[in-house]
């Protein structure tokens, strides 16, 4: 059951990755071009995507991604602290086996090891994604084209994430198709 789950979701991944590299690059000014390229590679969490104003596109996926990655990291670290107080009480009532306590720790080495695996390969991908999804125009023309911005967004069979701010709220929505 929970291989056919994380298959579902690798090829869920996959494909919505194939969608967003096959999208034409974004056209943004070279001010939100070159900001959101640097804010996007030395914090990164979507928000340089944020800044060239295309984070309901994909900017949505990395923070999403990186604060899941960075999650684990912090199970995994504090899985660790509490298998390590556990050894500790259990020594200090003289309950010494070497090799159970060694076998305590592979969960919590995996979990932060895989988290901070997952973590850099998204953030890896994020700034090729940030300087590569998007493409400056000149000031003279505009950065967005009006005719076709509705049409930039990646078509995808797995939902679609639409936020929006007006004077009455804000709303976020995910649609299908």
Known sequence: M???????????LIL??????????FQTSP????GGGLVGTV???????????????DG?????????????IGAGAGWWVYTNKTIEAAADKGNVDTKSQLMSYIGPVALT????????SFKVWEIVDVWAGASPVSNNKPAINLETSAY??????WGEPNFAISPNGVSF?????
């Not at 929970?2 to 869920?12: F, G, N």
């Not at 090891?113 to 850099?120: A, E, H, S």
């Not at 929505?173 to 198709?177: I, R, T, Y």
């Open 173 to 177: 929505a995910v649609s299908f198709f």
């Open 2 to 12: 929970r291989s056919q789950i994380t298959a579902r979701l690798l090829a869920t």
């Open 113 to 120: 090891g895989v988290g901070t695996l997952l973590f850099f």
């Open 31 to 34: 001010g939100q071009y070159v």
């Open 152 to 157: 930039l967004k990646p078509k995808s069979f």
């Open 16 to 25: 919505f990755s194939t969608s967003l590299a096959a999208s034409e690059p």
């Open 60 to 72: 949505w996926v990395f923070t999403l991604l990186e604060v899941l990655s960075g999650g684990a």
């Open 43 to 57: 914090v990164g969490l979507g928000l340089g995507h944020a800044i060239q104003g295309r984070w309901t596109n």
